[in-house]
């Protein structure tokens, strides 16, 4: 499945998109496409052949931000401020208008402050896209408000994604013995890669992506975690996350998240 499609496959796009990578990384080129595919109206976007991919410049694609705007403003937060002012005009031409910020870490600590509010809940027409080198580059309570896609310079890599859908599509249909099984799937990981997992565990739970993913059966609404379940869940990836910073083996902290999570849901469901 094509990188981008992946992002579409869940039924739910995210709001806002943190896209890092090394210099050489080409995260521009990728936001661009990236963006051209959420203004697209064909059906796999970006389709290349509808009106919207064959502008050249479509006036819902919106540049923000720029280093000249923001060099040349004499009130650097009243630009961040216009920006979101912007967002809430209707698009011009499609269903959607999409922001991309280049280079954010070039975005002062107010500036940032400035963008939270509207970055967690933008109007539902609109994406923003930031591109940093790293996330340290950002505020945290910023990147924890985005869908990170880290890239090298081979390309983007979303396997991460795909691999904490494994974890929380079985979760989500409480079926514990599936929730093993994908944890055990991932013993051959090393530990940088299991923390990249669980953050992207940690972002489908906080969006709620779970909650418009296609389900599992056909004609059956995907279910939907309750606060408490939730709250527990958040709290089993936390402990595991907690586990790389002190150094435990891969295959203990996995063992230890499988069974908080198939805990968190039982538990709910004997109450």
């Keep these: 499945?094509?990188?981008?499609?992946?992002?579409?496959?869940?039924?739910?796009?995210?709001?806002s998109f943190l896209i890092t990578g090394e210099e050489g990384a080409e995260k521009e080129a990728f936001a661009l496409r990236l963006a051209r595919a959420l203004i697209c109206e064909g059906e796999h976007p970006p389709c290349g052949v509808c009106a919207a991919c064959r502008k050249a410049e479509h006036p819902d694609l919106i540049h923000a931000l720029q280093p000249a705007v923001m060099d040349a403003a004499k009130n650097k937060i009243g630009v961040v401020r216009d920006m979101i002012a912007d967002t809430h005009i209707l698009p011009n031409d499609g269903h959607r208008k999409v922001y991309v910020v280049q280079d954010a870490s070039r975005l002062t600590v107010d500036q940032q402050n400035v963008l939270l509010a509207t970055i967690e809940e933008p109007p539902k027409h609109v994406c923003f896209i930031f591109t940093v080198n790293h996330a340290s580059d950002l505020l945290p309570t910023v990147v924890s408000r985005c869908t990170q896609i880290k890239l090298s310079g081979h390309g983007v890599d979303l396997a991460c994604i795909d691999q904490a859908r494994s974890i929380l599509l079985p979760l989500s249909k409480r079926d514990e013995l599936g929730v093993l099984s994908a944890c055990m799937a991932l013993e051959k990981c090393d530990r940088a890669e299991l923390r990249d997992i669980l953050e992207s565990c940690r972002t489908l739970l906080r969006d709620g992506a779970l909650r418009t993913l296609p389900p599992l059966i056909s004609g059956e609404p995907a279910p939907v975690f309750t606060y408490a379940e939730f709250v527990s869940c958040c709290d089993a990836i936390d402990r595991a996350a907690d586990g790389i910073i002190r150094n435990l083996g891969?295959?203990?902290?996995?063992?230890?998240?499988?069974?908080?999570?198939?805990?968190?849901?039982?538990?709910?469901?004997?109450?």
């Design 250 to 271: 891969v295959a203990i902290i996995l063992g230890g998240l499988c069974a908080r999570l198939t805990c968190a849901i039982s538990a709910e469901e004997e109450q």
């Design 1 to 15: 499945m094509d990188r981008i499609s992946r992002i579409f496959s869940g039924g739910r796009v995210p709001h």
